[in-house]
């Protein structure tokens, strides 16, 4: 079984959530600790109270994942005197790692808006509010007859050649490409000197941005020559579309009613809270895990009849039923509680087909705090 390092955990968690898709206002990836440390148990938790290091230290846990950053506004201080430095302070002591995902596991394909819409009987989902456009490159490399099939998989593999649902996209066109080696270099093919024709393929494909630099490092790994001729250049062409909030159609109309119970029965939460006409028929909801308070006006805008969020405010319920929509408030909690089980089905899975051998354990003590009477 392979070392893992706590900068490994990072790497896997950028995959399934890009630090650039968070908000700018957000604080995301390795908050504290030490990227080279060994992590051999790992606790998933939606936050990081007192009472949730705590757990973690008691079950010497090495590294923790949060949703909500435990440093979220600039700090001055470190020390015992305030709640967060007492956190920070036995964090660092009992060498724990802290790493978060917040908006930027919101936003990501996949993430937790996805999460929740299919949680939600989505039959067809849709961005409610679109806030990053992948860009696209063309990537263009001279293979030697021969080698354009491996170079082309290889580019593949990582992540290159994705047309919409279509993978492996790929032009090849056959011509000469001439060269002469010069005075150190150590040619695959010609002599220092000479300058040699070789029958080529110019190759060509697709990559999004974030998946450039593995495609380039593919490539050379693949391709024979000491020497790599290749072209890349912007595409106007957009990738993916990436953004907060989900609206999806459900199969059948309901009515509110029955919908808010159904929202209630499938989180498992004790209450949620809905407005609106009971026997209002719905057929297209919007959903926002956490506050959705400013996202009433996004969801009215999109055709939504209902948005399904958590905090929402009693004047801005006035608001969206003024504006024609209804709201059904799950709670902060009630709609972000699934991350939990969510990410450490990933790392488990993730951890394990890598060859890494970390326990992954999801917090006990992280409940919501509102008690209902
Ligand atoms: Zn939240």
């Known amino acids: ?33 030490d990227s080279s440390s060994s992590i051999k148990k790992i606790m998933v938790c939606l936050d990081l109270p007192a009472w949730v290091v705590d757990e973690a230290i008691d079950a010497n846990v090495d590294m923790i994942i949060t949703h909500h950053p435990i440093i979220f506004n600039p700090i001055k201080k470190i020390s015992n005197d305030t709640a967060l430095g007492k956190k920070i302070m036995k964090l660092i002591k009992n060498n724990i790692s802290v790493y978060t995902s917040h908006t930027n596991f919101d936003i990501a394909q996949g993430g937790l808006n ?19 456009e992948e860009k696209l490159y063309k990537i263009i490399t001279y293979v ?5 099939d491996k170079v082309l ?64 490092k593919a490539m050379h790994k693949a391709h024979p020559y000491e020497e790599v001729a290749f072209d890349i250049f912007e595409l106007k062409n957009k990738g993916k579309s990436m953004g907060l909030g989900r609206i999806g159609h459900l199969e059948n109309k309901v009515t ?35 506050s959705g308070n400013s996202f009433i006006s996004a969801a009215k805008f999109s055709g939504a009849d209902v948005l399904i969020t958590g905090d929402l405010q ?44 970390a326990e992954i354990i999801e917090s006990k003590s992280n409940i919501d705090v509102t008690m209902h009477i």
């Open 256 to 290: 509110l009613v029955s919908y808010a119970k159904f929202v209630k029965t499938t989180l498992e939460l004790d209450k949620v809270t809905f407005s609106g006409p009971p026997e209002a028929e719905i057929k297209t909801v919007a959903l926002l895990n956490g």
């Open 314 to 357: 009693y004047h801005q319920i006035i608001d969206a039923l003024e504006e024609g929509i209804y709201v059904i408030d799950a709670g902060h909690f009630g709609t972000e509680k699934i991350m939990i089980k969510a990410i450490s089905d990933y790392l488990r899975t993730t951890l394990e087909t890598l060859g890494y051998n």
């Open 114 to 132: 996805d999460i929740f819409a299919r949680q939600l009987g989505f039959v067809k989902t849709n961005i409610m509010k679109t806030m990053i």
């Open 1 to 33: 079984m392979a070392y893992l390092k706590c900068g490994t955990v990072a790497s896997i968690m950028e995959n399934i959530a890009p630090k650039r898709l968070a908000e700018n206002w957000d604080n995301v990836g390795l908050i504290i600790g």
């Open 153 to 216: 998989e290889q580019m593949c593999k990582a992540g290159a050649g994705f047309i919409g649902n279509y993978s492996d996209c790929s032009f090849r066109v056959k011509g000469i490409g001439a060269f002469k080696p010069q005075q150190g270099t150590n040619p695959y093919i010609g002599e220092v000197g000479k300058l040699e024709k070789v029958n080529e393929y110019r190759v060509e494909t697709v990559v999004p941005e974030d998946l450039l630099n593995s495609v380039i």
């Open 144 to 148: 030697p007859e021969g080698f354009e």
